[in-house]
């Protein structure tokens, strides 16, 4: 049912000054500089506090090395994603960039000697770990790549996957079988003066140790979290050719790596350590092959019978990422599942194995997971907001959804204090009808800087200041010529597009986004992501040809222009759009009594032959209780104070 009136969620005070509200608009711009600028400080953010335990520290260093393969892709990647995480309304889930990250380095769980990790069920060393990689930014850079090629990845790939694992599997069972089978007298030997070294050493050591009492032990190496036994002898060399690859010089770090690997073939950190390196090239010299290359040897690393469980976790994030960036998200799925098989226990890999289902478009095994993970602990804030957002993004199923994201969002966890489930909580609420809890969970959202404002809920902002109001006259755009343009030949755009309303031969597709209540409304789009649609522009060529000439519309990458058709009985719930970087133009064709919009606090209508023109990222909501259709022509021009050089650089929406 349409609803009777007119009902915001987000109430302007009548007769609210505009001006006003754009300076408080303007603020807030800037005070967030949007979450993009908050990810991208995070990540650059290298000091930790002063008494950071060695370890931690260490682990922070390791961690930035890993980050390193990736860093310079980073802006404009993590505007890609940021842009994939919510096209609001739609579903296309992207992992959630850690806004908060309040766990205190205080807690950081204590390694057991040897290669493994101590566990604390309810926040083990993984978690610490994920904290402590900043790669975990770069983990979500190419989601959009994702996007693109998650279609790509054939058959024969995921086989091939498969045999190269199983043979991988096979490889290890020999080592660790080869390990059981040490009867023979040779390796007996060797092994004797092994430990004859190692003994040795050991007395060294304390020697040392007894004249000088700070002496680090092993288990103070600050890598040791990471270094198998093995590897803890080849220490010097590991840090030597893991320091060449920090500074760059990724030939020299390979050959040391290189060097390392014809002795010991299957040392987790040179292993590792030449994936990196590898990748590294693969991203100077742009080469998929290198890429592929690199995650193979990642791959191994992960699979090589020694490496310790932390470091499995940071090879994986870096694995996962290059996966989904090559477009292979199953590979990528089945890298948490084999992290899940070997450590069952471990809900950090369970969360990833979730959140990589949803890149994907898998919600009902991400949904699996997510339940299995609150079995396990049913207050994980991280499982109850995703789990929260299928319910209430995929089944629509407000009621249930509300309770779950309320909770996930209250825990304050990390991964939780994420705009699109405060966008969504809000969404639902205001759905069920609950405009004051939906009003205050927007206001959370602003006072957090996940919100330009409670009314303006867009989440890929600019990066410039710009001025926020729901309304606009055709001065304030500084577009007037070619609104003119437009509104002088509007008969004709009006005659091509009522001719695209056939069923037969007509092109307007319904509205994908859930965001209507009721009713029939569709779309004819034009232009998209700053592209020209040539196949519809050829149905309409005197519309485009009009267009051609408005060069901030039709190179417009965070718009569209698009006819809209809208029957009687539509009900558009109250949504905002993704950007604040476009102003959205309506160019009335065919209005009879009836539709309403409201942006903001003020309800308007069309006029045929006119322009009508508002802020999508102020909240806005329509309805048509008429009796004819109405159509419109939609244009969205760049916001008229942003920068030419954002309008160059911006990832596409
Ligand atoms: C919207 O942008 O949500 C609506 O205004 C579209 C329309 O056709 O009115
Ligand atoms: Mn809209």
Same mark, same amino acid.
């Given at each position: 049912?349409?609803?009777?009136?007119?009902?915001?969620?987000?109430?302007?005070?009548?007769?609210?000054?505009?001006?006003?509200?754009?300076?408080?608009?303007?603020?807030?711009?800037?005070?967030?500089?949007?979450?993009? *600028?908050?990810?991208?400080?995070?990540?650059?953010?290298?000091?930790?506090?002063k008494k950071l335990q060695s370890n931690y520290l260490v682990l922070f260093v390791v961690s930035m090395v890993v980050a390193t393969s990736t860093a310079i892709l980073l802006s +404009?990647?993590?505007?890609?994603?940021?842009?994939?995480?919510?096209?609001?309304?739609?579903?296309?889930?992207?992992?959630?960039? #850690?806004?908060?990250?309040?766990?205190?380095?205080? $807690?950081?769980?204590?390694?057991?000697?040897?290669?493994?990790?101590?566990? =604390?069920?309810?926040?083990?060393?993984? $978690?610490?770990?994920?904290?402590?990689?900043?790669?975990?930014? #770069?983990?979500? #850079? =190419?989601?959009?790549?994702?996007?693109?090629?998650?279609?790509?990845?054939?058959?024969?790939?995921?086989?091939?996957?498969?045999?190269?694992?199983?043979?991988?599997?096979?490889?290890?069972?020999?080592?660790?079988?080869?390990?059981?089978?040490?009867?023979?007298?040779?390796? *007996?030997?060797?092994? !004797?003066?092994?430990?004859?070294?190692?003994?040795?050493?050991?007395?060294?050591?304390?020697?040392?140790?007894?004249?000088?009492?700070?002496?680090?032990?092993?288990?103070?190496?600050?890598?040791?979290?990471?270094?198998?036994?093995?590897?803890?002898?080849?220490?010097?060399?590991?840090?030597?050719? $893991?320091?060449?690859?920090?500074?760059?010089?990724?030939?020299?770090?390979?050959?040391?790596?290189?060097?390392?690997?014809?002795?010991?073939?299957?040392?987790?950190?040179?292993?590792?350590?030449?994936?990196?390196?590898?990748?590294?090239l693969a991203e100077q010299q742009k080469s998929n092959k290198l890429l592929e290359e690199a995650i193979s040897l990642m791959d191994e690393a992960l699979r090589l019978s020694k490496t310790p469980e932390a470091l499995q976790l940071i090879i994986a994030e870096k694995l996962a990422d290059r996966q989904a960036f090559?477009?292979?998200?199953?590979?990528?799925?089945?890298?948490?599942?084999?992290?899940?098989?070997?450590?069952? $226990?471990?809900?950090?890999?369970?969360?990833?194995?979730? /959140?990589?289902?949803?890149?994907?478009?898998?919600?009902?095994?991400?949904?699996? /997971?997510?339940?299995?993970?609150?079995?396990?602990?049913?207050?994980?804030?991280?499982?109850?907001? !995703?789990?929260?957002?299928?319910?209430?993004?995929?089944?629509?199923?407000?009621?249930?959804?509300?309770?779950?994201?309320?909770?996930?969002?209250?825990?304050?966890?990390?991964?939780?204090?994420?705009?699109?489930?405060?966008?969504?909580?809000?969404?639902?609420?205001?759905?069920?009808?609950?405009?004051?809890?939906?009003?205050?969970?927007?206001?959370?959202?602003?006072?957090?800087?996940?919100?330009?404002?409670?009314?303006?809920?867009?989440?890929?902002?600019?990066?410039?200041?710009?001025?926020?109001?729901?309304?606009?006259?055709?001065?304030?755009?500084?577009?007037?010529?070619?609104?003119?343009?437009?509104?002088?030949?509007?008969?004709?755009?009006?005659?091509?597009?009522?001719?695209?309303?056939?069923?037969?031969?007509?092109?307007?597709?319904? +509205?994908?986004?859930?965001?209507?209540?009721?009713?029939?409304? *569709?779309?004819?789009?034009?232009?998209?992501?700053?592209?020209?649609?040539?196949?519809?522009?050829?149905?309409?060529?005197?519309?485009?040809?009009?267009?051609?000439?408005?060069?901030?519309?039709?190179?417009?990458? %965070?718009?569209?222009?698009?006819?809209?058709?809208?029957?009687?009985?539509?009900?558009?719930?109250?949504?905002?759009?993704?950007?604040?970087?476009?102003?959205?133009?309506?160019?009335?064709?065919?209005?009879?009594?009836?539709?309403?919009?409201?942006?903001?606090?003020?309800?308007?209508?069309?006029?045929?032959?006119?322009?009508?023109?508002?802020?999508?990222?102020?909240?806005?909501?329509?309805?048509?209780?008429?009796?004819?259709? %109405?159509?419109?022509?939609?244009?969205?021009?760049?916001?008229?104070?942003?920068?030419?050089?954002?309008? %160059?650089?911006?990832?596409?929406?």
């Amino acid at each position: 049912m349409a609803k009777q009136k007119p009902k915001s969620s987000t109430p302007h005070k009548p007769g609210k000054d505009n001006t006003k509200n754009e300076k408080n608009n303007h603020n807030h711009s800037g005070s967030t500089g949007s979450t993009r *600028k908050h990810h991208i400080d995070h990540k650059h953010e290298t000091k930790p506090e002063k008494k950071l335990q060695s370890n931690y520290l260490v682990l922070f260093v390791v961690s930035m090395v890993v980050a390193t393969s990736t860093a310079i892709l980073l802006s +404009e990647d993590v505007q890609k994603v940021l842009i994939e995480f919510t096209q609001l309304g739609l579903n296309p889930f992207q992992e959630v960039l #850690n806004l908060n990250d309040d766990t205190t380095p205080d $807690d950081y769980v204590m390694h057991q000697e040897g290669d493994t990790l101590k566990k =604390d069920p309810k926040q083990d060393a993984h $978690d610490k770990l994920r904290e402590l990689d900043k790669n975990a930014i #770069n983990r979500n #850079n =190419d989601l959009t790549q994702d996007k693109q090629d998650t279609g790509k990845e054939t058959e024969s790939d995921s086989n091939k996957n498969s045999n190269r694992a199983s043979a991988i599997n096979k490889d290890d069972m020999i080592e660790s079988e080869s390990e059981n089978i040490q009867d023979n007298s040779k390796v *007996k030997e060797t092994k !004797h003066q092994e430990e004859q070294q190692n003994k040795e050493q050991d007395v060294k050591e304390k020697k040392i140790e007894g004249s000088k009492k700070d002496k680090p032990r092993q288990e103070d190496y600050g890598k040791i979290v990471i270094t198998s036994k093995g590897d803890y002898k080849l220490r010097k060399k590991l840090d030597a050719a $893991d320091k060449l690859l920090e500074k760059g010089e990724v030939a020299k770090a390979m050959e040391k790596f290189d060097a390392i690997l014809r002795n010991k073939s299957r040392s987790p950190r040179a292993m590792w350590g030449k994936a990196l390196a590898t990748d590294k090239l693969a991203e100077q010299q742009k080469s998929n092959k290198l890429l592929e290359e690199a995650i193979s040897l990642m791959d191994e690393a992960l699979r090589l019978s020694k490496t310790p469980e932390a470091l499995q976790l940071i090879i994986a994030e870096k694995l996962a990422d290059r996966q989904a960036f090559r477009g292979w998200s199953h590979k990528e799925a089945n890298t948490w599942k084999y992290l899940i098989g070997k450590h069952p $226990d471990n809900l950090e890999f369970q969360r990833k194995l979730g /959140v990589c289902y949803m890149k994907i478009g898998k919600n009902e095994p991400a949904r699996e /997971v997510f339940r299995k993970i609150l079995s396990v602990d049913p207050d994980d804030g991280f499982a109850l907001v !995703h789990l929260g957002f299928i319910m209430k993004t995929a089944d629509l199923n407000y009621t249930e959804a509300i309770p779950i994201l309320q909770r996930g969002i209250e825990s304050k966890q990390p991964g939780t204090q994420d705009g699109r489930f405060f966008y969504h909580l809000g969404d639902a609420y205001s759905r069920v009808d609950n405009v004051e809890m939906a009003r205050k969970i927007y206001q959370q959202g602003a006072d957090a800087g996940i919100f330009l404002s409670a009314d303006q809920r867009s989440l890929y902002n600019a990066q410039t200041p710009l001025t926020g109001r729901p309304w606009w006259t055709q001065e304030q755009t500084t577009y007037q010529p070619h609104l003119k343009l437009l509104e002088d030949n509007w008969q004709t755009i009006r005659d091509e597009g009522l001719a695209q309303l056939d069923l037969k031969t007509g092109a307007f597709v319904p +509205e994908e986004e859930n965001l209507r209540e009721t009713g029939d409304w *569709k779309q004819f789009t034009l232009y998209q992501r700053g592209r020209k649609n040539e196949e519809n522009c050829k149905k309409v060529p005197k519309t485009c040809s009009l267009l051609d000439r408005i060069p901030d519309a039709k190179g417009c990458t %965070r718009g569209q222009i698009k006819f809209s058709v809208m029957h009687p009985g539509v009900h558009v719930w109250p949504h905002t759009g993704p950007t604040n970087c476009r102003i959205r133009a309506h160019l009335g064709l065919k209005v009879p009594e009836g539709p309403k919009i409201r942006v903001g606090n003020d309800i308007r209508t069309w006029k045929e032959g006119k322009f009508i023109i508002f802020d999508d990222s102020f909240e806005h909501e329509v309805w048509h209780e008429g009796t004819e259709l %109405r159509l419109v022509l939609i244009v969205d021009f760049w916001h008229p104070e942003l920068p030419a050089h954002e309008k %160059r650089t911006l990832s596409p929406i």
